[in-house]
């Protein structure tokens, strides 16, 4: 009895990408912002700062990027349905317990627990087994996985404004934790590994790195840590600075949505970019656009203005995260690829925690949200220095080679 598809049928390679990016959708589309439906519900309710709410998905977020690593390692040592099963089985559980959540020691235990247990076992893993099913077209591949991830940023914060506004913000919990449990346990099913041959081929296209891994690792993983504090920022604080700016309820959500609808295009535009012209390259102009365009969230007055700027910002910013991920499977050796994409992406969700948490923090400190997006820049430049150095050393070591 065979455990994987034969590949002669390469179409069931596109089954996994397309359960990849619907499991990413939902899982990711959780954790990674959709609590930020619930930041000012929870500040009416409970009493507690922009910061100490915001500290929540940050925390939930130092989960995934610690739980990326555990599971990581252990994606390249046992089945990653395995793994998936877990993370999908420990999301809907935390989801379900923080209905029934009442301080704020708890919440930040459950999105931890949520975190490290869900999506670390539900990122890094499944991307690095998109990965392993092509030897062709990866770029596009990964590029459409992640596009779930980014259409589900949108549609969840979305989905739960609303669901807060007819339930309350404890029973829009347990209907989240619900749709989890029903829907990522049998996605989790499909996330099986590409047959003999097909992990072979795709380990050859890739065997062999331009740079050290032990240099590569660590310039990658600091140039993450950047580019994911700045897109942490419009990702957590747009919902509420458009709510302070406007003066509306859950409507607010309707620019992020379409922003992170925009960002699904982006990263399969990206995707399909790194397979033309290399992922580094790629990611330089996805993360350069982001750069660009993060503070003019804050020059905008009217829903109108949010409704046309989002989606021009959210096009390259969908990019940014493809480019990383492409660029680490290029750039480290297959048969650690999991494990790498997990360290690497530790400092991504780090980033994301710092930016999430020090837009409430400086919103704070200084009553808007200005210096927030500013901060944002500042470290989206610092990503793009580091990027550039490495796309010139991997040009110089092509070059010196050839």
């Not at 959709?34 to 130092?62: D, Y």
């Not at 949010?306 to 750039?331: C, D, E, K, S």
Request: aromatic share 10%.
């Amino acid at each position: 009895m065979q455990t994987s598809p034969d590949l002669s049928n390469p179409r069931f390679r596109w089954v996994i990408v397309v359960a990849a990016a619907l499991l990413l959708g939902i899982a990711m589309g959780t954790l990674v912002n959709g609590l930020s439906a619930f930041v000012i519900p929870l500040e009416i309710h409970f009493g507690w700062s922009r910061a100490e709410v915001s500290a929540i998905n940050s925390l939930g977020l130092i989960g995934i990027a610690l739980g990326g690593i555990v599971m990581g390692f252990l994606a390249d040592r046992i089945a990653t349905r395995t793994i998936c099963l877990i993370g999908a089985a420990s999301l809907a559980a935390a989801l379900l317990l923080a209905a029934r959540a009442e301080a704020l020691w708890q919440f930040y235990t459950l999105f931890f627990a949520a975190g490290f247990l869900g999506g670390g076992a539900l990122f890094a893993p499944v991307i690095a087994l998109v990965g392993g099913w092509f030897t062709a077209s990866r770029g596009l591949a990964i590029g459409i996985a992640s596009a779930g991830q980014g259409l589900g940023q949108g549609l969840v914060p979305f989905v739960a404004g609303h669901l807060i506004e007819v339930t309350g913000w404890a029973n829009a919990f347990t209907l989240l934790g619900a749709f989890a449990g029903l829907t990522l346990l049998p996605l989790s099913l499909l996330m099986v590994p590409p047959p003999a041959q097909a992990a072979a081929a795709a380990a050859q296209k890739g065997a062999a790195p331009l740079l050290s891994p032990k240099l590569v690792l660590p310039a990658l993983s600091i140039a993450v840590l950047g580019c994911c504090t700045g897109m942490a920022v419009p990702l957590m604080h747009l919902v509420p600075l458009i709510q302070g700016v406007c003066g509306v309820g859950a409507e607010a959500g309707g620019p992020l949505l379409i922003m992170l609808g925009a960002a699904v295009l982006g990263r399969v535009f990206f995707g399909r970019l790194a397979d033309i012209i290399g992922p580094v390259q790629a990611w330089m102009a996805a993360t350069s656009w982001q750069t660009a365009l993060m503070l003019g969230f804050v020059f905008l007055g009217t829903m109108q203005g949010f409704w046309l700027f989002a989606p021009l910002y959210g096009f390259g910013y969908g990019g940014v995260m493809t480019g990383v991920l492409i660029t680490v499977g290029t750039l480290t050796p297959p048969a650690r690829r999991a494990s790498a994409t997990g360290i690497v992406l530790a400092f991504g969700w780090a980033g994301h925690a710092l930016g999430g948490w020090q837009g409430g923090f400086v919103f704070d400190l200084t009553g808007g949200y200005f210096w927030t997006y500013a901060n944002a820049v500042i470290a989206g430049l610092i990503n793009l220095l580091i990027v550039g150095t490495i796309w010139l050393a991997l040009r110089r070591r092509a070059q010196a080679g050839a």
